[in-house]
């Protein structure tokens, strides 16, 4: 090996002295002698770098640059076995990408073997390892063993494949655990001769266990199969385009499929969103808006029937054309297959919906969303247990201990104080305990949710708790979004002797739960300032109103009220956390829909009413431009000194007016303004209204009395008139005239 100058150490720390012919299982001194010498060093380190003179340092001598910055990106795409074997060889086999604008030359790729740190043993040692920076020491080159890779030259932006093969013997094991594993690549270019400097990185876990260790530990693979979804005014599917190409090959819900499929019979759950069922099913009709016509026929007079279900919505029958609607029908076939073939399938509330807030402002739509969740798949004849979940693993107390018996609740680990358990009861309910490091993937420097990083995660997160003598299950919710490529070697990979995969049922119904206080759960500041507010759960329970309303008004439509229900939940689902603004804007355009039906109805009264009497009758005209038959009833507001009442709700055809008779009845004379308004069946306003003055022209009581007091007076008049008569005709007097 050359020597290395002072300036040399520090441009590549990550470099460590190169394995020479050492045999597997080889002993390098305990633990606390690895770490001690780490902390000698880095005192050393240090001052080398303050008496170094800068001319020993050529500019291209410069440090590599940490995390994702390296000329060179290195990426791990494939990786077999996925552990230190006992014999044998791994091979590991990847792409290098050239990301600077100059050709690099010579590259070496070199395996890098962690094992002079010793294994990580615990989840939290394996969270520490990935946390630590991508040039951080963790081990040596692996340089006169195995095959390494090379590339003769690489253009600016381009990308080439590698082959490096380690022998198991070139890994030294230092007992049962994870170890640190990279790969180093080392070139040249113009600007940087060859040296010992790393140019690019990629780093992983490669996890050992002895063979005594025989009992396998149950790991349970959960994948979400959940979406934002927006439904434009009319209640039609948003975004198609979009949709397409996530349901078609290469997008990520087809994939996602595909990447079940890959398991070949091994367990898989489900953590299912209906409402992107639901969604997928209205592309598959050719995505029509909400119908308003009737969903039962009427039935013949006399035959007894109470009419047939009618199509849910109607389907332009030129949709058949539209590639959306083959591609939304061979998603939705495969679906049904990988859904009812899986171990469980957990279905959530309905939407998806941000469950904390929705149980502190909404709670009756948390429960409706709940029956609705397992009615959606039901339909599709796929059985389902209830679920609450959320897409970063946080749930307050209230939402776990307010879930039911029957409900299967996942919640993260970091949730909980100290060692997390795999289920825990709190406050009576279960709670399977999701591993937030195993859904984190592999150490960086970029990114590596990929199959490999995600599988050597599980794997490495699986061997710490292999070597417990209790063994706790490891449960796996994967990231909503993350790499699906190299599904077949994700699942391959996993068969190691220690594990053996299995449904979330089975860890909660075979583990031993851990009571924890709820007042030791930990829900972070900032998922409560995410919740979303009151305003979206006001918005949504309005448009169920209005959806039950108009339900009402239109004869023989008995499923709007179900769809307006459905596509507004999606409306407070976790991911309009996410743009709450684009929430807002999908709510209000529904009501605006609701708006435009309703200003269908119009209701006009005459300009003035007069009674001839107390009671009198007159017409109110109702106009309904709708293309349906509607069923509505007449109600008015006015002051005590007048009663208005309508006939019975009045039946209206499509495109039709209606003349209704009001019955109207005072005993005053003086003028009612009585507004008149359009009600569904039960009474339940609508839109349109009008005013109208009514007044009576009727005689009131006092000119009765007067009347009477006159008629009274001319009765006296005449009797006292005839008594004088009488009186003067007795004593012989002429006869008073009048």
């Known amino acids: ?108 790729l070199y395996a890098v073997w962690g094992g002079s740190l010793g294994p990580l043993r615990s989840p939290g040692e394996l969270a520490a390892a990935a946390a630590s920076p991508s040039d951080a020491p963790f081990g040596d080159r692996i340089v006169y063993e195995g095959k390494p890779g090379k590339i003769d030259s690489l253009e600016p932006g381009a990308s080439a494949t590698f082959t490096v093969t380690v022998p198991a013997s070139a890994l030294p094991t230092d007992g049962g655990g994870a170890y640190l594993f990279g790969i180093h690549a080392s070139g040249q270019s113009d600007s940087t001769p060859r040296d010992l400097v790393t140019d690019g990185r990629a780093r992983t876990f490669l996890p050992y266990l002895p063979s005594r260790v025989t009992t396998p530990v149950d790991v349970a693979i959960v994948l979400p199969l959940t979406r934002a979804i927006t439904y434009a005014g009319d209640g039609s599917v948003d975004g198609t385009g979009e949709w397409q190409r996530t349901l078609s090959s290469g997008g990520r819900l087809a994939d996602l499929l595909d990447f079940a499929g890959s398991a070949g019979g091994r367990p898989v759950s489900w953590l299912v969103d209906p409402a992107l069922i639901d969604a997928v099913d209205r592309l598959r009709q050719g995505n029509p808006g909400r119908s308003l016509a009737p969903t039962v026929t009427e039935p013949t007079p006399g035959d007894g029937e109470t009419g047939t279900a009618a199509p849910l919505a109607e389907t332009d029958p030129d949709a058949e054309a539209d590639p959306v609607i083959a591609t939304a029908q061979s998603w939705m076939a495969e679906a049904t297959d990988r859904l009812g073939s899986a171990a469980d399938v957990l279905a959530l509330p309905y939407g998806n919906l941000d469950v904390p807030a929705t149980l502190a402002h909404a709670p009756a739509l948390l429960a409706e969303a709940r029956t609705l969740g397992a009615d959606a798949l039901g339909e599709a004849g796929i059985e389902t247990t209830p679920a609450l979940a959320s897409p970063g693993g946080y749930l307050d107390a209230a939402s776990i201990t307010t879930a039911g018996d029957d409900t299967t609740v996942l919640a993260t680990d970091l949730m909980f104080p100290g060692y997390a358990p795999a289920v825990a009861a709190v ?37 710490v708790r292999a070597l417990r003598s209790t063994q706790p299950p490891l449960t796996v919710l994967l990231p909503t979004e993350w790499g699906l490529s190299s599904a077949s070697a994700f699942w391959s990979g996993l068969d190691a002797p220690w594990l053996n995969l299995v449904g979330v049922s089975d860890i909660a119904a075979n583990t031993a739960s851990t009571s924890v206080d709820p007042a030791a759960l930990t829900y972070p500041e900032l998922q409560s300032r995410r919740e979303l507010d009151p305003e979206f759960f006001e918005r949504i329970a309005a448009l169920v109103t209005e959806g039950g309303t108009l339900q009402r008004v239109l004869v023989g439509n008995e499923t709007l009220a179900d769809v307006v229900t459905r596509q507004a939940l999606t409306g407070a689902a976790y991911s309009v ?15 605006g829909w609701f708006s435009d039906v309703f200003d269908s109805l119009q209701l006009r009264a005459t300009e003035g009413v007069t009674l ?48 209704v008779l009001v019955t109207a009845t005072t005993r ?41 007091t006159g008629i009274g007076v001319l009765f006296i008049a005449i009797a006292i008139r005839l008594a004088r008569r009488i009186r003067a005709a007795r004593r012989g007097a002429p006869a008073e005239t009048a």
């Open 612 to 659: 001839s009497s107390q009671s009198g009758t007159f017409l109110v005209t109702v106009a309904n431009d709708l293309d349906q038959t509607v069923r509505v009833g007449i109600r008015a507001e006015a002051d005590g000194g007048i009663t208005v009442r309508a006939a019975d709700p009045v039946q209206i055809g499509p495109r039709s007016r209606a003349n």
């Open 577 to 591: 956390r996410n743009s709450p603004s684009a929430g807002r804007l999908a709510l209000a355009r529904m009501q």
């Open 1 to 108: 090996m050359p020597v290395v100058s002072p300036p040399s150490i520090l441009r590549d720390l990550s470099l460590g002295p190169p394995i020479v012919g050492v045999a597997s299982g080889t002993r390098r001194g305990g633990r606390a002698d690895r770490i001690a010498a780490i902390v000698l060093l880095a005192p050393l380190i240090a001052t080398l770098l303050l008496l170094a003179p800068a001319t020993q340092a050529p500019a291209s001598a410069a440090p590599a640059a940490p995390n994702d910055d390296a000329p060179l990106r290195v990426v791990i795409d494939a990786m077999a076995p996925a552990y230190v074997p006992e014999r044998g060889n791994v091979i590991v086999a990847g792409t290098v990408t050239n990301r600077s604008e100059e050709t690099w030359t010579t590259i070496n």
């Open 427 to 463: 406050d009576g309910v279960d709670v399977v305990v999701t591993s937030s490091g195993a859904s984190a993937g592999s150490p960086g420097p970029r990114p590596t949710q990929s199959a490999v990083g995600l599988r050597q995660r599980i794997l490495a997160e699986a061997a």
């Open 668 to 708: 005053t004379n003086k003028v009612h303004n009585v507004e008149l308004f359009l009600t569904d069946e039960d009474g339940v306003r609508l839109g349109s209204a009008d005013q109208v003055p009514i007044r009576s022209v009727q005689v009131s009581d006092v000119i009765w009395v007067i009347m009477g």
